[in-house]
Each structure stands twice: as structure tokens, then as C-alpha cells.
């Protein structure tokens, strides 16, 4: 098993930039693909980001491409999520997730999951 935990989340202005941070503990993180994803109020948790185990392959929701960026470091058992060039529409909790095997775009695939970071971005 793994247990993960978020930080870097804030407030900040449109068009600034955050890094996010998913550090996990437990045993063999780099048999893990890690994702992110974020649910802001009253809509349901959608999918941004996720980078498989060993962090050579990575994949992008079409409105965060070109602008987020998602690295791992597996000797640090933690994966990054650098947001630029930020949005209102942004403003969510943002979650790190993980699954043994390869990388998914669903929520429902993965078992273990951080208890989320709150990201604001104000216009």
C-alpha cells in the first residue's frame, strides 16, 4: 500500500504559477503511475494529469496542455505538479492518486488517494 499526501496549494492571481506536491510513503512508489485530479464545488472530480511509474510517459487533459507539467521524482518517492499560467477556472482541491500498472485517465482505478490541496486562483 501507499499513503500520499498533498501540499503547495494557495491563492494566487490568474496568469501566476503554483507547484503542487504528492509525497508518498509506503513501499515500491515507482510501481505506482500517479495522477492528478481536481474538483472544484458542486462538479464532479475530473481528471488533469498523470505520469506513469517510472516517469518517461505522461498524458494531459486537453485544458491544462502546454501549461502544467507533471515530474516525478521516484528517489523521493514524490511527484510534482507545476501549474502555469494559471486560470480562475482552476480555483478546485487538486488530489494525487495512484495505481499499481499503467496509467488511467478514471477516478474509479485508482484505490489510494491524498486528502487534496485547495487551489484558488483569483481573476
Known amino acids: 500500500q501507499v499513503q500520499l499526501v498533498e501540499s503547495g496549494g494557495g491563492l494566487v492571481q490568474a496568469g501566476g504559477s503554483l507547484r503542487l506536491s504528492c509525497s508518498a510513503s509506503g513501499r515500491s512508489f515507482s510501481s505506482y503511475a500517479t495522477a492528478w485530479f481536481r474538483q472544484a464545488p458542486g462538479k464532479e472530480r475530473e481528471f488533469v494529469a498523470v505520469i506513469n511509474r517510472s516517469g518517461g510517459s505522461t498524458y494531459y487533459a486537453d485544458n491544462v496542455k502546454g501549461r502544467f507539467t507533471i515530474p516525478r521524482d521516484n528517489a523521493k518517492n514524490t511527484v510534482y505538479f507545476q501549474m502555469n499560467s494559471l486560470k480562475p477556472e482552476a480555483t478546485a482541491v487538486y488530489y494525487c492518486?495512484?495505481?499499481?500498472?499503467?496509467?488511467?485517465?478514471?477516478?474509479?482505478?485508482?484505490?489510494?488517494w491524498g486528502q487534496g490541496t485547495q487551489v484558488t486562483v483569483s481573476s
Open positions: 492518486a495512484a495505481r499499481v500498472g499503467w496509467y488511467n485517465i478514471f477516478p474509479r482505478e485508482y484505490p489510494y
